[in-house]
């Protein structure tokens, strides 16, 4: 979102929300990842809002954001998929 902690933490609460759904819908276990992608999305976007409000900067909410960013959606993308 990038707009401002509040706006975080409600997109990822609702998000968060769906991808709870998702997987609760789910009927294979080989469709888990894909169905979680929301969850993950949604927890990103919470993890997000604690940097706002953490300021930044580098600190535990920002590695987790940074890691959640950048090499486990390149993983988990293709896996979900596949």
């Known amino acids: 979102m990038c707009w401002s902690a509040t706006a ?3 997109a990822g609460t609702a998000v968060a929300a769906i991808g709870v ?3 609760a819908c789910v009927r294979r276990a ?3 990842p894909l169905a979680a992608l929301p969850l993950f999305l949604g927890v990103h976007q919470l993890v997000e809002s604690a940097v706002w409000r953490a300021g930044g900067g580098t600190g535990p ?3 987790a954001w940074a ?3 950048l090499p486990l959606p390149a993983v988990w993308v293709p896996l979900g998929v596949r």
């Open 8 to 10: 975080d933490l409600v």
């Open 61 to 63: 909410a920002t590695l």
């Open 30 to 32: 080989r469709d888990l």
């Open 21 to 23: 759904a998702c997987v």
């Open 67 to 69: 890691v959640m960013a």
